[in-house]
T-cell receptor, first 116, second 107 residues
Framework: DAGVTQSPTHLIKTRGQQVTLRCSPKSGHDTVSWYQQALGQGPQFIFQYYEEEERQRGNFPDRFSGHQFPNYSSELNVNALLLGDSALYLC???????????????FGAGTRLSVL | RKEVEQDPGPFNVPEGATVAFNCTYSNSASQSFFWYRQDCRKEPKLLMSVYSSGNEDGRFTAQLNRASQYISLLIRDSKLSDSATYLCVVNRGDMRFGAGTRLTVKP
């Protein structure tokens, strides 16, 4: 049973560029959440997708956008990259909150983004 | 003030020690609570859910006090393999993480 998978594992971009990160949820999960984790900090919630729609959003600018596909996989897009976007980007999957066990999230290994 | 606040640490303890982590949260509408463990440069992994009645899993005991908006984690008989960062997590529809408390268990 595959867990949450993310790609790529590492990425180096320059300021102003755009990046797309990908996530496949754990088998049986239909909800995907994205987080940004800066060095020495806890993960910060970016947004959550369910049924191909953004359901909740944290305090992140519109440069951060996402998508969920019919197979429940998801993408995180960041436009006009800033140096401060350098971080570990984590994807977590779960069942839809409110369902049994739906409040427990399982994380992928993350994508480490460096913006130069 | 951060929504979820944890002991800043780091905690450096000898093997066999008992160590306690504290966490407070500010949003009284929070619905569920967890401790996650994160090893260096790895993803967070669920350690245990936290309930008002308290719950225990082997050497780990977690407690929730909703009235005080306080969560705790107790680790007994610390092992070298317990060295990690412990993240307090509050779910209020979306997951809010504390900054984490780093634990190092030394021989």
């Amino acid at each position: 049973d595959a867990g949450v998978t993310q790609s790529p594992t590492h990425l180096i971009k320059t300021r102003g560029q755009q990046v797309t990160l990908r996530c496949s949820p754990k088998s049986g999960h239909d909800t995907v959440s994205w987080y940004q984790q800066a060095l020495g900090q806890g993960p910060q919630f970016i947004f959550q997708y369910y049924e191909e729609e953004e359901r909740q959003r944290g305090n992140f600018p519109d440069r951060f956008s996402g998508h969920q596909f019919p197979n429940y996989s998801s993408e995180l897009n960041v436009n006009a990259l800033l140096l401060g976007d350098s971080a570990l980007y984590l994807c977590a999957s779960s069942s839809w909150p409110g369902t049994s066990g739906g409040d427990i999230q399982y994380f992928g290994a993350g994508t480490r983004l460096s913006v130069l | 003030r951060k929504e979820v606040e944890q002991d800043p640490g780091p905690f450096n303890v000898p093997e066999g020690a008992t160590v306690a982590f504290n966490c407070t949260y500010s949003n009284s509408a929070s619905q569920s609570f967890f401790w996650y463990r994160q090893d260096c440069r790895k993803e967070p992994k669920l350690l245990m859910s936290v309930y008002s009645s308290g719950n225990e899993d082997g050497r780990f005991t977690a407690q929730l006090n909703r009235a005080s908006q306080y969560i705790s984690l107790l680790i007994r008989d610390s092992k070298l393999s317990d060295s990690a960062t412990y993240l307090c997590v509050v779910n209020r529809g979306d997951m809010r993480f504390g900054a984490g408390t780093r634990l190092t268990v030394k021989p």
